[in-house]
Structure formats: C-alpha cells, structure tokens
C-alpha cells in the first residue's frame, strides 16, 4: 500500500519562514532530483499543487511491529524507550507517529540503566573483532540501586552472541577457565569494552549454534542437558513448536510424541506442571522420577 503522507502544500513563488526561494521550474526540478534519487515524489493536482512520498523502506505494519519490540523490550528504561519510539515512529512521518506512539505501553523497570546502548555497541565491536569482553555485574537491591558483583571487580569473557528472550537482551559467553557457556543480562552490565586481547579459541565452541543454546536453555534456566521424550496432545503442538522451533513429532493415539535436548531443572519442571498433566515425560526414567519427586515436594509443602 502506497503511503501518502504529504511534504508540504508548495506555492509556486517563495517560503519566507525558512528563508527559500521557489520558483514553478525549481520545484519541478528538485522533485526531478528526488526521483533520480528513488524517493518516487507523488504529485495532487490541484489550485495548490500537493507533493508526497509514494514508496518508503518501512510500511505501517512493519513499523508496528517495531514499535510494539520496544514496548516489549524491559531491558529498555522509560527514558532510552521514548526515544527509540519517536525514532521509529517517525519513519512514518508526524501524523502517524503521533498516533502510533499512542499504542505504545509505559516501558522501563525500578533499576534501569541508561548505558545499555554503550553496553551493546561494545558487545557487537568485540563479536565483531573477535576481542575479550569485560564488564561490571549489578544486581538492585530494595531501593533500586546498584550492587556490583564480585565486590566490583571486573568480568571478562569470550564473547558468542547476542540473545532476546523472556523481555531480556543476553550477552552469551564463556570464560578461559570453564569450558559451558553462560549468559548475562546486558542492562545489568556497567561499562562494557571491548579489550585489545583477543578470544580464546576453544575446541568446544568451534561450531556453536546461537539459536541451539538459546532454544535449548531460556526459560529453562541452567541443569543438566539432557534428552528427553515428551507426549504433547494435539491441542498443544502450537507450544511445543514455540518452545523448541522446528520440530518433527511423532504422532499416536495420545497426541505427538518429541524427543528433545532440554536443560533439566526445576524451571522446566514447573514449565512442565503448567500444563496440569496433560504434557507427560515419557522418558528417561530418571527424569521421570526427578518429577515426581518435584510435584511430591510441592504437595508436601502445602501440608
């Protein structure tokens, strides 16, 4: 759909308030200018000619959906969200953005950090210049403010990647010393650089899949990998192919059977008690045990 914002009503003689002189002839060769250059100016035929951009790199529904990634995005203050949001908005030009930035939900969290921007520049130089990371980690305490880990001292890290997940930007990373990877909250960091240092290069990261570790670890935190065969019914393959992307389950008279590598820990169990037994784990027995246990706990502590 051909957007229709106008530039401005244009006479034909002169703009005073910015101090431009017009002729008939130099409008039409500046809009010949713009078109040589791709904008496509449109023209409303009229007493008072009209000019427009016919064609934009970003339509309406694209732009929505930019918006509505920030609006998501908690790793974004209120302050750092705004701006993106005018900036966004205003692809569409003035009128739309108003309206669009009208949708927008408040954004922001108690202890937001206003360096989130420098955080991620260095993270993508280092990714980049295969360099060393290293950065200061902060909790909030009760009040809002800032408690450095490790009594201040800085991290430093062999940079893998950028992860969105759960409202949250994660730098995924590994240290010299340990050979897992590990991922940290990038509002949470403090004056993130990318060091002269190169990585190290380590055999176990060689053919890392980003959207592997991603699938396989967020929103079911850290545990023993393992694989694992769950019984999904029909009504919820939907949710499993939202939680482990592309899948190839096997279908039988309970549902569809998927066989998976998941992280094992309470998290998942919990994320498995959601469903309110209608998930099953089929196998391995020992993590079918570990369940149980879990829900028995569970059903203890309410006694």
Not at 64 to 73: D, E, K, N, Y
Not at 232 to 250: H, K, N
Request: proline fraction near 2%.
């Amino acid at each position: 759909m051909k957007s229709t914002r106008f530039l401005r009503t244009i006479s034909y003689r002169s703009c005073p308030i910015l101090g431009i002189q017009a002729t008939r002839q130099t409008v039409y060769d500046d809009i010949e200018i713009l078109n040589s250059f791709g904008y496509e100016i449109m023209t409303q035929h009229g007493r008072s000619n009209r000019y427009f951009v016919g064609d934009r790199a970003f339509e309406l529904p694209e732009v929505q959906v930019l918006l509505h990634a920030v609006g998501a995005s908690k790793f974004l203050t209120e302050k750092k969200a705004s701006v993106l949001t005018e900036k966004v908005a205003d692809l569409l030009g003035e009128v739309c953005a108003d309206r669009l930035k009208a949708l927008l939900s408040e954004n922001g969290g108690d202890c937001g950090n206003e360096r989130i921007y420098y955080n991620i520049d260095a993270i993508t130089t280092a990714l980049m210049e295969k360099r060393k990371l290293s950065f200061l980690y902060f909790d909030c305490d009760e009040k809002g403010n800032k408690v450095y880990r490790k009594e201040g001292e800085r991290y430093e890290v062999n940079p893998l990647g950028m992860v969105y997940s759960g409202e949250n930007f994660y730098l995924v990373c590994y240290r010299d010393k340990y050979d897992t990877p590990a991922s940290y909250r990038i509002d949470k960091m403090d004056d993130a650089k990318a060091e002269d240092a190169k990585i190290t290069k380590k055999k176990e990261f060689e053919n890392f899949d980003l959207n592997t570790y991603k699938r396989e670890t967020f929103g079911m935190y850290y545990g023993e990998k393992a694989q694992v065969e769950l019984l999904f019914p029909s009504v919820l393959l939907d949710v499993a192919r939202d939680r482990f992307g592309t899948i190839e389950p096997v279908k039988t008279d309970g549902g569809y059977i998927l066989s998976t590598a998941v992280r094992v820990s309470r998290t998942f169990f919990a994320w498995i008690t959601t469903f309110e037994g209608k998930v099953k784990i089929l196998s391995p027995q020992n993590i079918k045990d570990e369940y149980r246990a879990f829900i028995e706990n569970i059903y203890k502590s309410l006694s």
